[in-house]
Each structure stands twice: as structure tokens, then as C-alpha cells.
């Protein structure tokens, strides 16, 4: 019962738009994607962006939070049609708005190409070949700082000095990210970016939250691994790093 | 962009790196760990000090940048989507099946059914009596009927809905214990196992006798990473599949025999899994995914929405228990009755060897002169269960625990106290007849878990009380209780399994590679290996790859809490092997005896330090390489009366519970669990506590509000709208008061599986406590808001 | 069937109303908390919508005389924040109650109301608030108070062409309480939602019920029962053994719940019954506390 005969694969269902969106800094343009795709399916089969992951695409598990417009939403949620026009940041946006714009993407990727022959195998592409081929141009004016609040990171609690790769990874990431790696709130990580960005979105508005706070604001971001105690240790820790206490 | 292009499909091969990060010690426990000398069998070894110390994952910068490569996150040029079509009977006749329409529309490049299957219909863990595609019947609502692959996951939708199936629906057999004597379901019959465990004298009595039913509702392992995987064929007919799994070559090999390929053809490859719980052990889109790209000659990919998860994977055993219990006046047990009856659904998974658990512990770490069990797993067409954190433990835990309550109530004993009186120990007998040996420290955690100072009452907030953020809860009809419980479980593979773990170290200057197809499923054996390696050659630039299942032998499953132990095992000596050649080279060199020798930070070093020569010198383009098979004791399989040495080891664990309980609303707000467990040896603090913490959080999910709800075969809240699993204002702080430290003088390091006791004792200290504030009896989990509310009305008025 | 296909993204009322008039099959997109979560499991099938999120008439609220008008795409989150809250706090307390921090960020109440599910979080206080739905199209407009306008588990009196566009509140001096049952401490689906307004100035009460009955219901035996005891003129609730289990009692038979996989008719009554009781006692507490001159029990 096969049917691949002469089809092409570019075949959409029926009712198609073009998409236009700004993500972490970037404008992307979507000539034709299904009407129903939500952002989510976007940034990740699209634009070469899955960080935000896709746990259950019914808004009950937090795995995709994005800010659109500033605003901390489930992405799975969002009609990617809908989005034109509006500003997101995602988790991959998350950790560039600390970068100095200065040493952005050129030295990233040149690890890219390194690592990917490290693992490559030949059969992957890595997310720059995806947009280069993509089904979207992309604005090539670089990288923006979109939240240029953030105070810069600091690094006092990485304890082992001779990694080189290790503290320079952890200095391109946002304080929340270095606090869920150092605390131990990651296991297997599905959840992580989701909480990632609710975290960094709950201390931009509440600095120094309750500890009843912190538990309302990720109260939608479920994870089945750690119990959240670590990501409640990570949370404080965050809370220390941005206040510059740590 | 990122250093692990999450658009490859290429697993997710750890980055070497060079530093070892290690956590600040922010767990109670850790910072009195002293650092190991490791095993002491070679003077070589423990140069760093790291096995004990919190080091930091190498996956996790990665994970939280978004950047690890998830097997969801995968995808290749010409990419389909695969999607499957599922039975909506639990039980049915098929009469035809016609995919035409489905097979003209626009974008759809395959609809495949059993009849495309080139070998086995069937696949199995253990039977192999579950169909890839249902053929003409099916067992249960959601079996896989046919499988599409579409240019659009949109398309694949509307191709599934296109399939027309003519169904003669026929009443499914749904009550487990309906089951012993209704007509089979399967050629294969309707009891999967029956195990009759006779111990001591079976006619003993006790002068106490306390009795009591059991039920455990039908939990879900409900990972955050849905299953998914992208496979990719290739012109010489093998195939590549990068699969989110628990156990790559048992996968592998069913996968090849339902293709009709040899198993090298067959590549499959770790992708980054998004948890697993078990969840993750039998195959599920395995076959079809292979099927397709094969057949498409196109890469395929397949996501599972949340529904098809919930529908998609075994879940954990619904049981039914019936329990006496006896003692002497003193509280002494004299014997323990049970029979136990596992919901298996319609296909065998690892029914056999959950309910061989089930029954060999059904009477907890206590000194139990005389048992008679009876244990059955049957089938239904219920959903299929199998493997689930704890596996057989946890049900009979629930029950026993229960039990022990209900005699010292009955003896009016503190319930401690008669757990204390009957704690085993390593030179008792469990009901098996098995000497426990190793290690046994069970009054020790009994004591240390109930040690916990209680927590502050609750303050005012409505968030902070039951109900939440309903804030509907009152606060004078919120009652605190307290309540506890012990567990216990096995490590390792049972009953005579071959089990073992291959691994390959190769040394190459001063960095180290580990090949070893060890599941990464989020517990932290990547860290462990990273550990293991610069603890015994003394170098910290270590890659860890799962290579692929022709690149390297089995390392067994993830699961049974054995990584740790048998893949740890097996990086420990593959490691030593390197370490005893490089160091006979070293001696060659200089001319001297290679135990005057160590490793240290790249160099060989003399016994007093001093550096000689460094290891680039020695292999850098001379690499040395050493693999390894690392098995653990064996075991015997049951006899007729369930006795036998069957069991490696076993590992121990206490909980006590704190919770408030709205008595009017019947709501339930878990306050604390505090905790000790038996593990042996530290390996990593930090990774332990998440452990144990995740663990816990899993047993309070089932105490109270996780279960997989089947109405006449059909599962009523495949969402996480309804499977309703712990969020952060249900989430107990969690208090780990000691992590009982005696070598298991077996294990690697002396480290037991930590992985699975936490999730055991928990859940019956929470119902424990809601029985302690309420006053009601509460014998079957998960504890409804109705089942108290109206218990307590009831209770209240008399 | 829609004839057209695409997305309109309007910026204005009249630019949605024009897309409905000319194809009254587009859907409407308002937060999308419902529509995307249909659209992702393939029960809906868009081919045309036209998208609210661009109209900033409807993302607002404001007083209007004695009337709060509230636009339908105001969000949970909006309804959340202070002054809106302190103006209604019983809605507030609702929306707090509404899924996750992302939901309420995204969901709207409009869209609550375009849902018409009867466990709505904003329906039971919208009900008891006497709120109206102001509903538009190109060639009309009219008011329909929300238990005309939900006709039942999720279908509503909306015709091809018309949206809501905003709710419209009387505004007055009153005390508001809402309570939920749900199986989880947070981001759940309610059992049974009740919320109970006490207007002092009108001497009116109103007592709305969710997730007990195929639509959200007004319990209004309860309400005529609380009407006929509270001590208007001197704005006092009776602290009288027995009068807050009596209105719980009435509020549960006005509940006609079914078994679900989420609860049971029987439990979903008695939680029902329990929550009546603890919102009476709440209001007569808070009533107590606030007014001058009486001396503070508590």
C-alpha cells in the first residue's frame, strides 16, 4: 500500500498563509505555512528553533513558554498567523540578550561547525544550514539586545576555574540558566527551557518573590523529574544573581 | 549558534569538556561526603576525589539554552511526518480495513498496515504476543491499526481520519479478577503468571489478626518529553532510527525482526529522551517509524500528542490486594497472607516479571517466618501496563504498609515501633527463603526518617492550604496528620536474567572516550561515567557516546535501578583495564614496577606525586583501548513454592508524611515528607537528592490524585488536562534526614540504585497521614476528595 | 463553509464585524486557549479567521456612568491587576483561579464566553454580577444577560456574524467571594466554582454556580433565601447557627451535576453545598470587619 508516487513535498493542506515574525531580535518571513500551524510548530519544524519544547500542545504543561510581546504565554497556543508583527523571545533569545553583541554569532559558530563533525555523521544540518535553505528568508541585520535590563551575569559560583568551555558557555547565558544548571534543577531537561523563560520572566517583574510567589508563577510548568525542589533552589539562586548578591 | 545544532539528527553525544563542574554544597547531605578511595582493589585508582562530589551534568548547559538535541527535536531534508491510526474499541472483530481515500490524498506518501509488515506481526519484551499492526481483532482501545507518513503533520491527520475500519465491536473483559475465569482474550490465554509463594509454616496463627483489600489505580509514567523519534533509510535497505529509549538493543532487536532485517541493518541511536519512569522499555513507535522511511525512502518523523502518550505506552499495574497479617500480642509477625491481583491489559510487556515482585516482596522489609501468596498478572483489554518506577514494589508497599498501621493499631503499638520490632536484616530470610545478605540497613532509615522535626502549622494563605489556588479551603477545617511508612525493592535483573553492561574506554593523549549504550533518560549516568573516568585515569577531557547498537554491545536497561551499578560497573573496569596498560607502558618506559606507578591530572605519576610522564606523550596517537562486559552475581529462578535466591540485592527506604487535610472538602495538601534511604554510597549528592526528591513527588502523585481512569476499556483523561500530575503548589518540601551510608559489599563503589525507592514508600506515608487526620480507613489510592469528604461527613455524624 | 480563506487581523470592531458579514464562517480567534488547543488535535479545521488581538478597543475597560465596561479581549491577567481587581474582586479572585500564569496571560473573557463551557472560571461571577454580553454585528447590536446567553455545554445564543465584544457590570458597593474545587492545588479544571456577590445598595444578591449543571447556573432560591435575611439597613449578615449550611443547602439544589471522569454529581453537590457555607461566612466576616462602628468579633 504505497502512495508515494509523484508527489512533491512541499504539499501544505489546504488554506495557506504567509507569516511574517520577529523572533529573539531577528525577522523571519514565512511565504506559506498552514493556517491552523501554532507558534510553536513554527519555531520549531520551521525556523530551526526548538528550544521551546512540545509536551503536550494543550497549554497544561508550560514546556513552551515564550514571551510575546513581553507577555510569558504557552507558544502551542499561539496561532503563528496571529504573531505577525509581534516582538518574541524565546529561550534561544533568552541567553543572547546577555551576549555582548560584539562576540555574538560569528565565534558560536564556528564551535557549530566543530561540533557537528563531531557528532555529525553527515546526516544532520545544524539550525544555520536549516534557515539558509529555509522556508523563510531571514533578515540578516543581526542580532539585536532585546532585554538589555538584565544585568550582566555573574559568575562567582562556577567552582571548577580550568574549563575554559564550560564557564565561557555559562557567561552567554541568562542568570536563570546558570542557576538551573549549578543547582541541580535539570535532569532530563524537557521542562527546563519552558521554566527557563517563566523564571526570567517572574524575576524581571518580582525581583525578589515570596517563596509562595515563586510556586504561583511556575505553577503552570510541570516537570516529572526533579520535584521542584531544585528548581526552587535555582529560582533563589537566580533571584542572587541578578540582585548582583551571589 | 549553538555547539549541539539541535536540528541535527544526531544523538545527543556529549560535548568533552574539560572542567568538571561541581555544585557548591547546597544539599543537607553533602557536604560530609569524604572523598572516596574508591574501591580499593587497585592503589592506582582515586586520584580526584570526584565519586561523592556534586558534579555538575555535562548535558545541562545545554539544556537550559534550549540546545540538547531531544528526539523530538530532530529533522532531516525531505522530512515526512508519520502519524498512527488507533483502535477505538477496547475489544473488537475487523472486518476490512480500506486506506484508498487516505492514499489519494494530496501530500500523503505512504499508508502502511500489517499486511506491509515484512517480518514478525508480533513484538515483546517478554512474550512476544503484541501486534505491530492489529490484524483482525483488537485487545484495547488504542492499539495501532495503520501508520501514515504525510509532507505535513496536518496531513497525516486528515490521511488517519480518512481510513475507513468496519469494526464488530464485542464486550471487552475488563475486571482483572473476571479474567481468571472468563474466556481467553488471546491464544495465549488470560493469566499472564500466577506465582503460589509458600513460606514457613503456612498453618501458623498469629494471636493478632489483622485483614484488609487493597486497590491501586492505574498510574501513568507521564515523562515531559512525548515518544518520538526520525528515522532514516538508507539505499542498501538498513535503516537509521534516532529513538528516545530505555534500552537501545532490546529495541533493536525487535524492531529488526518485525522489518525482516538482520539486526545489523537495523542502526538504531540514543536521542535525547525527555524522562522515561519505564514508560520508555517496550517499543511503541519503533516498528512503524522504520516501516515508513523504508518504505517512503524518505526520512520519517513521528511526535506523539500528549493523547497518543497517554494511549501510546504501558502504564503502571492497576492492583487488587487482599491481605491478613499476624503477630504474637508483642507485635512479632507470625505470617503473611495475600493474594494480589495485577491488571495487565492485553498484552504480556513485563507483567511476568512485576508480578514475580509483587509477590516476593508483598510483605515488606520485615522478618516474616510464614507467608502464602498468591499472585496473579492477568489479561484484560484494559490498556497494556509494564514498567513503572518501582515495578511491583510500590503496589504491595501501599498494601503492606497499610497493613502494618492496622496492627498496631490493633496491638495499640506505635506504628514505628512495630516496624522497628520486625525491621529485617542482611542475615534474615525474606519470604523467598533468600538470605538478604549484603547490606540491610532498615532500622537505621526506619529511625532516621522518623527523626524529622514537623514543619510549622500552615499560615492563613489560601494557596498554602488545601484546594490551592481555588482558595476555597477554610482554615479551622484543615487538620494536620502525620503518618510514615518503609519500603523496600530489588537492584538489578531477577530470576536468572543474563544481565550485563558492555562498555569501551579509550584513551588517546589526555582524553578519554567512553563509548557505552547506557540510556541517558534524565537520572545522570553521564555524569556518573564523567566521574568514574577522571576518578580512575585521571584525565578530565571525557566524551561519553551511546554510540550506536552496531558500534557497541547491549548495557542492558535503564531501569530496575541498574545503570549505576551495571553500566557504572562497566566503565569502572573498562577504565581500569586502560589504566593497568597505560601504566605497563609507563613501566616499559621507565624502566621500573607499574605499581610504583598511579595516574594524576594527565600524568603517570610516582607513588609519592611526582609526575613522570604525561599521557599525551604515552598514547596521543597510540591510542589504547579496552572494552568490557561487566555482569552481577547470578540469580535462580522461582520454584513452585516462589522460592529462591532470584534477587542480586535490595535497597531500602523510609518516608514520613506531613499533610493537611481540608476534612469537610475531603482536599489534601501534602506539607512534608521527610526521608532516609539505604544507598549504600554516595556517588553524587546533588544528582541523589534529585532523585529522591523527583521520586517522592511521584508516590504523593499517586497518593492523591494521579490515575489513568478506564471506563469499559476506554481511557477517560488521556490529557494533561486530567491526568492531573503534581504541580509546584502541590509539591511538599522534601527532607532527606540521612542517606544511610554501608557499602553494598557487591556494587560498584558500594553504591546501591537510588532511582526507585523514593517513589515506593511515599505514597503510602501520604495516605498514612490523611488516615491520621481524618480517621478513616482510606484503602485505595489515589485518595479521591469524595472518598474523604464523604467518609468524614459520615464518621463525623455517628 | 467558509468561502474565503486566510487570516484578517482587524484593528477595529467594525473591521472583524466586516470580515463576519461578508463570510459568517470565519472563525473567531480571541486568546486562543481553547480554539488552538482544537485546532492542534485536529477537531477544528480553520480555513479562514479573522483574529482579535489587534483591536485595541476591545483589550480595555473603563467606567462607563455606573456601568464597568469590559472589553471581551481584556485578559485574566488584566482582570488580575489592581484597579480592576479592587473593583471586582470576585472576578479577580476567579481569573487567579483560571489555569496557569500563561493562560491567563493569553485567555481573554470574551473568550471564556465564546467557549461557553460550563467550567468557566469567569462565568459563575459573571452571572452573579447581573453582567450583560454586549454583542455586535455589521447590521445590529444587543445585550444578553449570561444565562441567555449560554444555552448550553458549550453552545451559545451568538448568530453567524456577531461576536461579543465586551461585558458590561453594574458597578455598586458590594461584597464578592469565589471559591473552586479542583483535584489539584492549581492549573485545574474546576468540580464545582461558586461565586456569591452581596449588592448592599440594591439589596440584591446573586449566587452563580460553574461545573455543576450543562451551563453555568444561577442559584436563585439561594439568592432570595440570603436576600430575605441579610439585615439591609444595617448591612449585616445573620451570624446564626445553621444560616450558612441552609444556603449551601439551597445553592445544591440548584446544581444538577453529572458523573464525570473529573468528579461525581454526588460530590460535586456536596462540594457545592460546602462552598455555599464558606462563602456566606466569608462575606458576613468581611462585612463585619469593614463598616464603622461595629464592634470587630473576631
Known amino acids: 500500500m504505497d502512495a508515494s508516487a509523484n508527489k512533491v513535498n512541499t504539499v501544505l493542506p489546504e488554506s495557506t498563509v504567509r507569516v511574517d515574525l520577529r523572533i529573539n531580535g531577528r525577522n523571519y518571513v514565512l511565504p506559506d505555512i498552514w493556517i491552523g500551524e501554532n507558534l510553536l510548530y513554527v519555531l520549531r519544524e520551521r525556523l530551526g528553533l526548538p528550544g521551546s519544547k512540545n509536551a503536550c500542545e494543550q497549554g497544561e504543561c508550560g514546556s513552551c513558554s515564550v514571551l510575546v510581546d513581553g507577555m510569558l504565554v504557552c507558544a502551542c497556543l499561539v496561532l503563528a498567523a496571529d504573531a505577525s508583527g509581534c516582538e518574541i523571545t524565546t529561550v534561544e533569545g533568552l541567553g543572547r540578550t546577555l551576549a555582548d553583541p560584539a562576540d555574538s554569532s560569528g565565534q558560536e559558530e564556528g564551535q557549530t561547525q566543530g561540533q557537528g563533525q563531531t557528532q555529525g555523521q553527515g546526516q544532520g544540518q545544524t539550525q544555520e544550514e536549516r534557515q539558509g535553505q529555509g522556508q523563510g528568508e531571514q533578515d540578516l541585520a543581526g542580532p539585536t539586545i532585546i532585554a538589555s535590563s538584565m544585568p550582566m551575569p555573574q559568575l562567582q559560583d562556577i567552582s571548577v576555574t580550568d574549563g575554559m568551555s564550560f564557564e565561557g558557555a555559562l557567561s552567554r547565558m ?19 527551557p519552558g521554566l527557563v523563560v517563566a523564571v526570567a520572566d517572574l524575576l524581571s517583574h518580582n525581583p525578589h518573590p515570596s517563596a509562595l510567589q515563586v510556586r504561583e508563577a511556575i505553577s503552570g510548568n510541570l516537570c516529572r523529574c526533579t520535584g521542584y525542589g531544585r528548581i526552587f533552589a535555582a529560582v533563589r539562586r537566580a533571584e542572587e544573581l541578578l540582585a548582583g548578591t551571589a | 549558534m549553538s555547539p549541539m545544532s539541535s536540528a541535527s539528527p544526531v544523538p545527543p553525544v556529549l560535548p568533552m569538556s574539560p572542567p568538571m563542574p561541581v555544585a557548591p554544597d547546597t544539599t543537607r547531605e553533602g557536604g560530609r561526603r569524604e572523598s572516596s578511595g574508591s574501591n580499593g582493589s587497585n592503589g592506582m585508582i582515586g586520584t580526584s576525589g570526584l565519586i561523592g562530589s556534586s558534579v555538575i551534568r555535562p548535558d545541562a548547559v545545554d539544556k537550559a539554552r534550549g540546545d540538547f538535541a531531544f528526539s523530538s527535536d530532530l529533522w532531516a531534508e525531505g522530512m515526512l511526518w508519520g502519524k498512527v491510526l488507533r483502535s477505538p474499541h477496547p475489544s473488537a472483530r475487523i472486518l476490512s480495513i480500506d486506506t484508498a481515500r487516505a492514499q489519494q490524498m494530496p501530500g500523503v506518501m505512504a499508508v502502511l498496515t500489517w499486511a506491509d509488515l515484512p517480518g514478525d506481526q508480533v513484538f515483546g519484551l517478554d512474550a512476544k504476543d503484541q501486534p505491530v499492526f492489529a490484524h483482525d481483532v483488537v485487545r484495547y482501545a488504542g492499539e495501532p491499526i495503520a501508520a501514515v507518513a504525510a509532507t505535513h503533520p496536518e496531513l497525516a491527520r486528515q490521511a488517519v481520519d480518512a481510513i475507513v475500519v468496519d469494526f464488530e465491536p464485542a464486550i471487552p473483559l475488563v475486571d482483572p479478577d473476571e479474567a481468571l475465569s472468563a474466556p481467553a482474550t488471546h491464544e495465549a490465554g488470560n493469566v499472564f503468571r500466577h506465582i503460589t509463594l509458600r513460606h514457613g509454616d503456612i498453618k501458623a496463627e498469629g494471636d493478632v489478626v489483622v485483614e484488609g483489600t487493597y486497590e491501586v489505580g492505574m498510574q501513568d509514567q507521564a515523562f515531559m518529553g512525548p515518544e518520538s523519534g526520525l528515522a532514516i533509510p538508507s539505499s542498501d535497505g538498513s535503516v537509521d532510527l534516532y529513538i528516545s529509549t530505555q534500552w537501545l538493543h532490546v529495541d533493536r532487536d525487535q524492531v529488526a525482526a518485525c522489518l525482516g532485517l538482520p539486526p545489523e541493518l537495523v542502526r538504531l541511536h540514543l536521542a535525547g529522551v525527555g524522562g522515561a519512569f519505564g514508560a520508555r522499555e517496550d517499543i511503541t513507535i519503533q516498528v512503524q517509524l522504520c516501516l515508513l522511511a523504508l518504505r517512503t525512502r524518505r526520512p520519517v518523523k513521528m511526535v506523539f500528542s500528549r493523547a497518543e502518550s497517554f494511549l501510546g505506552h504501558v502504564h503502571r499495574h492497576p492492583a487488587r490486594m487482599w491481605y491478613r497479617h499476624h503477630a504474637r500480642r508483642d507485635g512479632t ?109 532498615v532500622a537505621e532509615v526506619i529511625r532516621a526518617a522518623a527523626e524529622a522535626p514537623l514543619p510549622e502549622p500552615a ?68 555524569t556518573l561515567a564523567r566521574q568514574v573516568v577522571t576518578e580512575t585515569l585521571g584525565v578530565t577531557k571525557v566524551r561519553i557516546s551511546s554510540g550506536d547498537t552496531n558500534e557497541i554491545g547491549s548495557a542492558g536497561s535503564t531501569s530496575a535501578s541498574r545503570q549505576s551499578w551495571m553500566s557504572g560497573g562497566a566503565v569502572l573496569e573498562a577504565c581500569k583495564a586502560v589504566a593497568d596498560r597505560v601504566l605497563s607502558m609507563a613501566a616499559d618506559t621507565l624502566q621500573v614496577r607499574p605499581e610504583t606507578l598511579r595516574l594524576s591530572v594527565g600524568y603517570v605519576v610516582s607513588g609519592d606525586g611526582i609526575p613522570l610522564i604525561s599521557l599525551n606523550d604515552l598514547t596521543r596517537g597510540k591510542p589504547v583501548e579496552e572494552s568490557v562486559v561487566f555482569h552481577h552475581k547470578p540469580t535462580d529462578p522461582l520454584d513452585s513454592d516462589g522460592q529462591g535466591n532470584a534477587h542480586v540485592s535490595f535497597a531500602f527506604v523510609a518516608h514520613k508524611a506531613v499533610v493537611d487535610v481540608d476534612v469537610e472538602l475531603g482536599l489534601v495538601r501534602v506539607v512534608q515528607l521527610s526521608t532516609a534511604q539505604d544507598v549504600g554510597k554516595v556517588l553524587n549528592p546533588l544528582q541523589l537528592l534529585g532523585q529522591i526528591e523527583g521520586g517522592t513527588l511521584q508516590g504523593v502523585g499517586l497518593a492523591v490524585m494521579e490515575e489513568l481512569l478506564v471506563a469499559d476499556g476506554i481511557v477517560q483523561n488521556p490529557s494533561f488536562t486530567d491526568y492531573l500530575i503534581p504541580t509546584t503548589l502541590d509539591a511538599p518540601d522534601i527532607v532527606v534526614t540521612r542517606l544511610v551510608e554501608e557499602p553494598d559489599p557487591l556494587a560498584p563503589f558500594g553504591a546501591k540504585g537510588a532511582g526507585e525507592m523514593p517513589a515506593i514508600s511515599s505514597t503510602p506515608a501520604v495516605v498514612s497521614a490523611i488516615r491520621n487526620a481524618t480517621g478513616l480507613a482510606l484503602s485505595r489510592v489515589p485518595v479521591r476528595p469524595q472518598d474523604i469528604a464523604f467518609g468524614y461527613a459520615k464518621s463525623d455524624s455517628a | 463553509m467558509a468561502t474565503m480563506s486566510g487570516i484578517a487581523r482587524p484593528v477595529s470592531v467594525e473591521g472583524v464585524l466586516d470580515v463576519l458579514d461578508e463570510d459568517p464562517a470565519t472563525q473567531v480567534l480571541a486568546g486562543g486557549t481553547d480554539f488552538m488547543v482544537e485546532v492542534n488535535y485536529g477537531h477544528r479545521k480553520p480555513q479562514s479567521i479573522v483574529a482579535l488581538s489587534r483591536v485595541a478597543g476591545m483589550r480595555t475597560w473603563q467606567v462607563v456612568e455606573d456601568h464597568l465596561v469590559i472589553g471581551a479581549g481584556v485578559t485574566y491577567s488584566q482582570v488580575m491587576k489592581e484597579q480592576l481587581a479592587d473593583l471586582l474582586p470576585g472576578l479577580a479572585q476567579a481569573a487567579r483561579t483560571v489555569g496557569s500564569p500563561q493562560i491567563r496571560n493569553a485567555g481573554t473573557i470574551g473568550g471564556n464566553l465564546g467557549t461557553a463551557s460550563p467550567a468557566g472560571d469567569s462565568l459563575p461571577i459573571l452571572l452573579a454580577l447581573d453582567a450583560l454580553v454586549n454583542i455586535r454585528s455589521k447590521h445590529s447590536s444587543r445585550s444578553l444577560r449570561v444565562d441567555e446567553y449560554v444555552i448550553g455545554p458549550k453552545k451559545h445564543a451568538l448568530q453567524p456574524g456577531e461576536i461579543i465584544v465586551s461585558v458590561r457590570i453594574p458597578l455598586s458597593d458590594t461584597s464578592q467571594e469565589f471559591l473552586k474545587v479542583g483535584t489539584r492545588n492549581a492549573m485545574v479544571i474546576s468540580v464545582a466554582g461558586l461565586a456569591l456577590v452581596v449588592d448592599w445598595k440594591s439589596g440584591r444578591v446573586g449566587c452563580g454556580l460553574g461545573s455543576v449543571g450543562p451551563t453555568p447556573i444561577r442559584a436563585s432560591e439561594a439568592e432570595a433565601w440570603l436576600a430575605g435575611v441579610i439585615d439591609w439597613e444595617n448591612r449585616r449578615i445573620p451570624d446564626r447557627d445553621g444560616y450558612g449550611q441552609e444556603f449551601g443547602r439551597l445553592v445544591a439544589r440548584a446544581a444538577s451535576p453529572i458523573d464525570d471522569h473529573r468528579s461525581s454529581a454526588a460530590y460535586r453537590s456536596y462540594a457545592l453545598s460546602v462552598c455555599g457555607k464558606r462563602a456566606y461566612e466569608r462575606i458576613r466576616r468581611q462585612q463585619r470587619q469593614v463598616l464603622p462602628g461595629i464592634v470587630n468579633g473576631e
Do not use: W
Open chain 2, 333 to 441: 509477625l507470625v505470617k503473611v497472607e495475600a493474594r494480589i491481583v495485577l491488571d495487565g491489559g492485553a498484552y504480556m510487556s513485563s507483567s511476568a516479571a512485576v508480578i514475580a515482585n509483587a509477590t516476593c516482596f508483598a510483605a515488606g522489609p520485615y522478618r516474616v517466618p510464614s507467608a502464602a501468596v498468591d499472585g496473579f498478572a492477568v489479561r484484560t483489554n484494559n490498556p497494556p501496563c509494564g514498567a513503572m518506577r518501582g515495578f511491583g514494589a510500590v503496589q504491595v508497599c501501599f498494601a503492606y504498609e497499610s497493613q502494618m498501621d492496622r496492627l498496631a493499631d490493633a496491638l495499640q503499638m506505635d506504628p514505628i515501633e512495630l516496624r522497628l520490632k520486625n525491621a529485617i536484616c542482611s542475615t534474615d530470610r525474606l519470604i523467598t527463603g533468600q538470605v538478604v545478605g549484603g547490606t540491610a540497613p
Open chain 2, 459 to 526: 499560615s492563613g494563605d489560601l494557596l498554602e492550604l488545601p484546594g490551592g489556588a481555588g482558595r476555597c479551603a477554610e482554615y479551622d477545617k484543615v487538620v494536620r496528620g502525620t503518618g510514615f511508612a518503609v519500603g523496600f525493592k530489588n537492584l538489578l535483573y531477577s530470576e536468572g536474567f543474563d544481565d550485563f553492561s558492555t562498555a569501551r574506554c579509550r584513551l588517546d593523549g589526555d582524553m578519554a572516550t567512553i563509548t557505552c549504550a547506557a540510556a541517558e533518560v534524565g537520572q545522570g549516568f553521564v
Open chain 1, 174 to 192: 541568562h542568570p536563570v540558566q546558570q542557576a538551573f544548571v549549578n543547582t541541580g534543577a535539570i535532569q532530563c531537561g524537557f521542562c527546563t
